[in-house]
C-alpha cells in the first residue's frame, strides 16, 4: 500500500477519534449540567418541604439499592463496552441474564425486607423497600440498551434520555411531597426517574431482545465481567459505609444530613464523571491498537476534568454554608461539614474515573478490583481506628485513603501507557493555579458584604469571571478549543 495512503488513514482515524470525543464530551456536558440545574431546583425545593428524617429513611437503603443493581447487571454490560465486536447474541444473552437477576434479587429482599427494618429499628422500612425495590426489574429492561448507546457513543441521545427523566421524576417527586406523602414521594421520584430512562432507552436504541436463552456468549464475558462484579460490590460496600453506621447507631436526623451533604457533592461531581464515563472507556477501546493516540486521549481527558471540576467543586467548597443556607435552608446547617469534606475528593475524583476507564478499556479489571479491595480494607481499618473520635474524623479518614490510593492507580496507568505523575501535574496545575486565584480574589473583594443574597451571587459571578479570563491569558487550549467547538454547534 502507498506510504502516503496509510499516513492519510493514520490522519482521518486520529481526526475521527478526536471528534468523537469531543461531542461526547459537549453533549455528556450539556446533558450532565442540565441534568444537575434540573435536579438541583427539584432536590432544593423538595428538601425544603420534607424533613431530614424523610431522607434519612431511603437514605438507609441506598446500600441494597446499589447492590442489588449491580447483582443483576454483574460486570457484563462493561464487558459488552470492552468487546471490539459485538453480536446480537452477545446483546440477548445480558439482557436475559439481567432481568432473571432482577427478578431473583426483587424475591429475596421481598422477603429480607422485615430483617432490614428489624436492623435500623424502623418498621417503616418494610413497605418502604418491598416498593422501591421494585426499580431492580424495571431498571434490567434498559442496562443492555444503555451498553448499545453507550458503546456508539451516543452522548446526545442519551444526554436527552437522562435530562427528561430527572425532570419526569423531579415533576413527580415535588407533587407528592406537596400533597405530603413525605418520603413516600423519595420512592415514587426513583421510580419514576428509573421508569422514564428505560422507556426512552427502547425508544433511541434500535436493538430489541428475541425470545433465545442462549447464555453461552456469557462465557466469554465472565472472566472480565465476574471481577468488574466484584470490584462494583466492594466500592458500593465502601461508598456506603457511613449510610450503615448512621442509620444503625446514629439515628435518621444525622443520617439525613450526611446523605444530604454526600448528594450535594455528588451532584458537582457527577457532572465530570458522567461526561468522561460517557465517552472514555469506548475512545481508550476504538484506540486500543495504538498507544500514542490512548496517551493523547488519556491526556485531554484529565486536562478537561481539572478544567470542568476545579472551579465547581472548589468554588462548593467554600460557599457551602451560603449554598446551603440559600437553597434547603438553615435546618440542613448540619450537611454543611459533609459537603465540604465531600467536596475535597470531589475536586481529584475524576483522576480516578480516567484511571480507571483506561485499566478497564485495557482489560486489566483485575488491577482495578485489587486496588477497589485494598481502599476497602484500608477505610474499614480507619473507621475502627477513628471510631472513638466521631464519625467526621472517620470521614476525613476514608478520603483521606481514597485520595492516597490515586498513587497505585498512577502506578499501573503509567506501565499500560509510559504516562508519568509530572505529565499529570503538568496537565492540572494551571487550572489550579487559575481556580485558587480566582477564589481568593472573588473572597477578598466580598469580604464585607454583609447581604447573604449578593455575597453569594458575586462571587460566583466573581469566581467564574476571573477563572476564565486567566485561563485565557494564559493562552488554554482547552478553553479556546471548547469554545470553538460550541461557536460551531450553535
Known sequence: MNPSKIT????????TLKEKTAKGLFWGGISNVVQQIIGMAFGIAIARILSPNDYGLVA?????????????????????????????????????????????MYVILFFAAPLIARFYKQPI?????????????????????????????KAKQRGIIDMAAVFCSGSVGLILALKGFAFWGLV??????????????WYYSPWR???????????????????????????????NMFSIILGRYYGKTETGYYSQGNKWASLGNSVLSGM???????????????????????????????????????GLLFL????????????WLGAVVFLRLFCIWGSLSFLETVYVCLLIAKGRSDIYLSIIIAVCLFQILSVLVMWPLGIISMIIAYISIRLIFLFPCHYFVNKALGVTFFSIMRDIFPYLIAV???????????????????????????????????????????????????????
Open 125 to 153: 422500612l418494610i413497605g418502604i423497600s418491598r416498593t422501591l425495590f421494585l426499580s431492580f426489574v424495571i431498571a434490567a429492561l434498559g442496562i443492555v440498551h444503555n451498553a448499545y448507546l453507550l458503546k456508539r457513543i
Open 60 to 104: 438507609m437503603l441506598a446500600i441494597f439499592t446499589a447492590i442489588a443493581n449491580t447483582v443483576m447487571d454483574s460486570g457484563f454490560t462493561t464487558a459488552l463496552v470492552n468487546r471490539k465486536k459485538i453480536e446480537h447474541e452477545d446483546y440477548n444473552a445480558v439482557f436475559w441474564f439481567n432481568l432473571f437477576a432482577a427478578f431473583g
Open 209 to 239: 431482545p428475541t425470545l433465545e436463552f442462549n447464555f453461552t456468549p456469557l462465557r466469554g464475558m465472565f472472566g472480565f465481567g465476574v471481577k468488574i462484579f466484584i470490584a462494583t460490590i466492594v466500592s458500593i460496600l465502601s461508598a
Open 320 to 331: 457551602a454554608k451560603e449554598f446551603v443556607l440559600l437553597t434547603i435552608g438553615k435546618n
Open 276 to 314: 468522561i464515563t460517557g465517552v472514555a472507556q469506548s475512545v481508550f477501546v476504538e484506540a486500543s491498537d495504538n498507544i500514542h493516540r490512548q496517551a493523547k486521549v488519556f491526556h485531554k481527558l484529565v486536562r478537561f476534568g481539572a478544567f470542568v471540576t476545579f472551579p465547581v467543586m472548589f
Open 188 to 201: 415514587a421520584q426513583h421510580l419514576a426517574q428509573i421508569s422514564v430512562s428505560v422507556l426512552m432507552r
Open 436 to 490: 485558587s486565584l480566582s477564589i481568593g480574589v472573588a473572597f477578598t473583594l466580598t469580604e464585607d458584604i454583609n447581604n447573604i443574597h449578593m455575597l453569594f451571587l458575586l462571587r460566583v459571578v466573581l469566581v467564574v469571571f476571573f477563572y476564565i479570563g486567566l485561563l485565557w491569558v494564559m493562552g488554554s487550549a482547552l478553553l479556546k478549543e471548547g469554545i470553538l467547538f460550541m461557536r460551531n454547534k450553535i
Open 8 to 15: 492519510q488513514e493514520k490522519v482521518q482515524e486520529e481526526l
